[in-house]
């Protein structure tokens, strides 16, 4: 059986026109892969590229060189060639992203927040709503909350907001950067119980944990990324 | 959710193929080539002079291009070059499967009839007879668009910016359009005007389905609304991609410039 | 006698062709407005100067005139043209709509029925009824050449909107044989009735505007209106107080200053045709209100 995710090769510099065209080499060779129901957390020091795989198998950072490869569909794509059309359709019906900080919609309530990636692919609002509450409610958010924009909420609140929101569709691909990172003890649980039923789905999660005791916790296997660094 | 057939989807909605636009030895555009799907929203990024209004003139049929053509698929499913169309052809389009919205709302509005009218002229135009069902529908889109109902009645003359702006988008969509052109939507209006307005595009942008073409030199505009961006600078599209990749990732010089000119707030 | 500087009935031969050729290209087009290079008369414009040209144009020697003013053969107006053409073109003259080959006619259409062999021609100021909404002629003409009539109705609808009816009372638009709108002149819209299917033929002539239209016998005349808001012609709620005519449309004539006044046939030969043959109406009658309805 195929892997969910096969990254090979994949290699990423960033050149800063506006500083004398400086290039800032991210990540080199890139190669890993993931299969359905396994959890694999990058490890790594601060800089040493992490988020930035992550969002390059989002299709959020574009590669140089490389391949991203990706189950959608049953079919394996590669996503660093891939048209922004079809990368649209992953995000839409594979790949689910929560980001290390939550980036929203000014003046959306939280509820619509968390509701809006089950209701674009196509569950009807009301239920769509529902299912958001449920969540919310699981990550302790109280519900006097949910009819606010998270802009006011705090960190960790909005972390909450931000994991409900990547957690309620069924996605068969997660990419988790610091899901932990802000929350106490109690919440930090609740979202490790939310990572293991995603696996028992027969979720292929990537995730980044800075937290020794959480990355124990999850992961099934762990990458080193320092091998990936790029010279500098 | 508004259901479209699902074969659409695969098929784009318009292309571009190789086009551009001079006067004399002056070159406004060149080399624009894309494909634009149902449900998606492009957004044309760049400075004055950069070339983005006289594209989007050309992809509305509105300028005839020197080079390159675009093509539109109709509602029959075929896909027609839109300077082999007949006026009239062109101009029932432009009435009922697209819509346009001006920067300037006056430009995109009848100033002087009542806001039911304006909205209503569309219907009239496909020859919808009945003064009660054209008012009901009128009533039901200035709900959409959150203006007051009591205003139905009055001339947009009576309206501030804001409400003009909102009564513009209702005035396009009432047809249910299958793309919609926007030329600056949002410039000229008070910030939380412009934010009121860009949350109801956004949400109807959605819930009805459309394919979108907004041209802006705001890049908060294009990272709400547009799900693909294309920067252009001298006439030529120097980058594209998806809205957060150009954004987040900018590769040309010039768009690195941009992505680090706005002000952070 | 006649001076005889004037050829007949006062344009050249060449003037006439060419307006005779307008004619015909209208008739072939009911309800398009044809242009026509429109001569200076001897009244300024917004005294009938359309209908003269068209009238000058169609009359012949055997031809026998009638011409009215709001219904009237002896206002100012209707004598002057009278008295012009038979200066110009010493043709016979009348003020019975049923003796007369050609009527002219400045807003109001005679209440006899008119037959087959008759030409009424209309005065008009503005013939394009979009012209108060969409100024430009560039973009009416286009309406009207790809049948766009959109606006038309954005009129009609904004009527009832602010006055719970559609308030046009003269001037009514029409569409004529199922394609072109076109504007009656301003006629009651009690008269737009007689135009369909009129066995008479229909002349419209606008000097300033420089625009010739017409509908030929037997074509479809049929006024805008709103499924739910249908057009409805009026009736008075009183006949005539000269001659009792239930059905003719109505001048009010103050009589006194202390407020009396008296509802009397506007088409004054109908009146008086009437009032010769017997009928007759109490004379001086109550103050009356109009009333929609019928």
Same mark, same amino acid.
């Given at each position: ?19 004398? =065209?400086?290039?800032? #080499? ?12 396994? +959890? ?7 800089? %040493? ?13 574009? +590669? ?20 922004? $059309? ?9 790949? =689910? ?8 919609? #000014? $003046? ?13 692919? =196509?569950?009807? $609002? ?11 409610? +699981? ?9 606010? #924009? ?28 610091? #899901?932990?990172?802000?929350?106490? %003890? ?47 | ?36 799907? *149902? ?25 005839? *291009? ?6 539109? /698929? ?26 346009? &919205?001006?920067?300037? *709302? ?6 002087? &009839? ?7 002229? /569309?219907?009239?135009? &496909? ?57 600056? *939507? ?80 | ?61 055997? !031809? ?36 007369? @080959? ?65 308030? @046009? ?97 506007? !088409? ?27």
């Amino acid at each position: 059986m195929s892997a969910m995710i096969e990254v090979s090769n994949a290699e990423k510099t960033f050149t800063m026109h506006l500083q004398g =065209g400086v290039q800032l #080499p991210v990540v080199r060779g890139v190669s890993f892969k993931v299969d359905a129901g396994e +959890c694999v957390v990058l490890a790594g020091p601060s800089g %040493a590229g992490k988020s930035s795989i992550l969002k390059m198998m989002f299709g959020n950072y574009r +590669c140089d060189s490389g391949r991203i490869g990706i189950r959608h569909q049953g079919v394996q794509i590669d996503l660093a060639k891939a048209e922004p $059309r079809q990368i649209l359709s992953v995000r839409r019906s594979t790949i =689910g992203y929560v980001s290390q900080f939550l980036r929203a919609v #000014p $003046r959306v309530a939280a509820i619509d927040v968390v509701a809006e990636p089950l209701i674009a692919s =196509g569950v009807a $609002r009301t239920r769509a709503r529902e299912q958001a509450g449920s969540l919310l409610r +699981c990550l302790n958010i109280p519900e006097r909350l949910w009819a606010l #924009p998270p802009s006011t909420f705090s960190g960790g609140e909005q972390q909450r907001v931000n994991i409900a929101r990547g957690f309620i569709s069924d996605l068969p691909i997660l990419l988790l950067d610091e #899901p932990t990172a802000s929350l106490d %003890a109690a919440n930090r649980a609740v979202v490790v119980n939310m990572i293991d039923e995603k696996k028992r789905a027969g979720v292929a999660m990537v995730a980044i944990v800075h937290d020794d005791e959480i990355r124990h916790l999850i992961a099934d296997r762990v990458v080193d990324v320092t091998s990936f660094a790029a010279a500098a | 959710m508004v259901e479209r057939e699902s074969e659409d989807r695969d098929q784009p909605l318009l292309t571009a193929e190789g086009l551009g636009k001079s006067y004399g030895r002056l070159t406004a555009c060149r080399d624009i080539a894309f494909a634009l799907y *149902p449900g998606e929203v492009l957004a044309i990024v760049g400075e004055s002079g950069s070339g983005k209004s006289t594209l989007l003139q050309m992809l509305s049929a509105q300028l005839a *291009p020197s080079a390159g053509r675009v093509s539109y /698929r109709m509602r029959d499913g075929v896909m027609r070059d839109l300077a082999a169309l007949g006026e009239a052809e062109r101009r029932f389009l432009f009435r009922t499967d697209w819509g346009y &919205v001006h920067q300037d *709302p006056a430009l995109g509005l009848r100033m002087a &009839v009542s806001a039911g009218a304006n909205v209503g002229e /569309r219907l009239m135009a &496909v020859g919808w007879n009945h003064y009660g069902r054209i008012r009901d529908t009128a009533t039901s889109w200035l709900e959409r668009v959150e203006i007051d109902t009591d205003r139905i009645d009055d001339a947009p003359r009576t309206y501030s910016g804001g409400m003009r702006q909102r009564l513009q988008i209702a005035r396009n969509l009432v047809t249910q359009p299958r793309l919609v052109f926007m030329d600056e *939507p949002t410039g000229g209006l008070d910030v939380s005007v412009q934010a009121r307005l860009l949350d109801l595009m956004r949400n109807l942008v959605g819930e009805l389905d459309l394919a979108a073409i907004v041209v802006t030199h705001d890049l908060a505009v294009a990272r709400l609304l547009s799900h693909r961006l294309m920067v252009m600078k001298g006439g030529r599209v120097i980058e594209a991609g998806l809205t957060d990749q150009v954004l987040d990732d900018p590769r040309e010089p010039y768009t690195q410039l941009l992505v680090s000119s706005i002000l952070p707030v | 006698m006649n001076a005889p500087a004037y050829n007949f009935a006062y344009l050249d031969e060449q003037t006439k062709r060419m307006i005779r050729r307008a004619i015909l290209k209208a008739i072939a087009i009911p309800g398009y407005q044809v242009p026509f290079a429109s001569r200076e008369m001897p009244m300024p414009y917004g005294w009938g100067t359309g209908g003269v040209q068209v009238t000058a144009a169609i009359l012949g020697p055997a !031809d026998v005139l009638k011409v009215i003013d709001q219904g009237s053969d002896d206002t100012t107006n209707a004598i002057s043209i009278r008295k012009f053409f038979a200066k110009t073109a010493g043709v016979a003259t009348t003020t019975s709509t049923a003796d007369a @080959t050609v009527i002219q006619t400045r807003h109001r259409i005679p209440e006899a029925p008119l037959h087959s062999g008759q030409v009424l021609v209309y005065q008009v100021p503005i013939p394009e009824p979009l012209r108060f909404l969409e100024p430009r002629e560039t973009e009416t003409r286009r309406m009207h050449a790809l049948g766009e009539y959109g606006l038309m109705h954005v009129k009609l609808y904004e009527d009832i909107a602010r006055f719970g009816h559609i308030a @046009t009372s003269y001037a009514y638009p029409v569409k004529v044989n199922a394609r072109y709108v076109m504007d009656p002149s301003p006629t009651p819209k009690f008269d737009n009735p007689k135009m369909d299917h009129c066995p008479a033929l229909q002349l419209f002539g606008a000097g300033r505007e420089k625009r010739i239209y017409a509908i030929p016998p037997h074509t479809s005349v049929v006024s805008l209106d709103f499924e739910d808001h249908p057009f409805t012609r009026y009736r008075f709620d009183a006949p005539c107080a000269l001659c009792g005519a239930g059905d003719s449309y109505l001048d009010e004539i103050v009589t006194d200053d202390k407020g009396s006044r008296m509802f009397v046939c506007s !088409d004054t030969d109908y009146c008086e045709t009437r009032q010769k043959r017997g009928h007759l109406g109490s004379e001086s009658a109550a103050p009356h209100k109009e009333k929609l309805h019928g």
